[in-house]
């Protein structure tokens, strides 16, 4: 069992809807939510304008592979609609894999952790809530 940290956001839709059911569609027997920062509004990053976001992390128990975790996030992700029709334009749902256990991963399909997430107020705030700060430096260094 691994604990992981992904990174939930939405700007087009019913936002905490979908930040919600996002939550309940990646809730499985091998992937088990354990806690959920609050949600945030957030003003969108290094975009014209765009509708304001609501992000939020979640930590789970995980029994997955870290490629099968990025696969079922990418699955829900296309079940709520979201579309992939260039980078940073506006979604239904956005889910990041920020942490998984203490793993560093740099493959064509997926790094790890994040390699943003410590620039991002929008993912470290709902972060600390679920891990103390001091901790989080240890996965920059």
Sequence with gaps: MTVVYLGLGSNL??????????LELLDEPRLRLR??????ETEPVGVGRQPKYLNM????????FPIQLLRRCLSVENQLGRRRI????PRTIDIDLILYG?????TPELTV???????????????????PSHRLLSFRQ
């Design 57 to 64: 992390v979640a930590e789970f128990d995980a029994e997955l």
């Design 35 to 40: 806690r959920r920062s609050q949600i945030r």
């Design 86 to 89: 260039g980078t940073r334009t």
């Design 102 to 106: 203490r793993a560093r991963i740099a």
């Design 13 to 22: 839709g019913d936002r905490e809807q979908n930040l919600n059911r996002a």
């Design 113 to 131: 952790p994040h390699p943003r997430y410590h620039q991002r107020g929008f993912v470290l705030e709902p972060l600390r809530e679920l891990i």
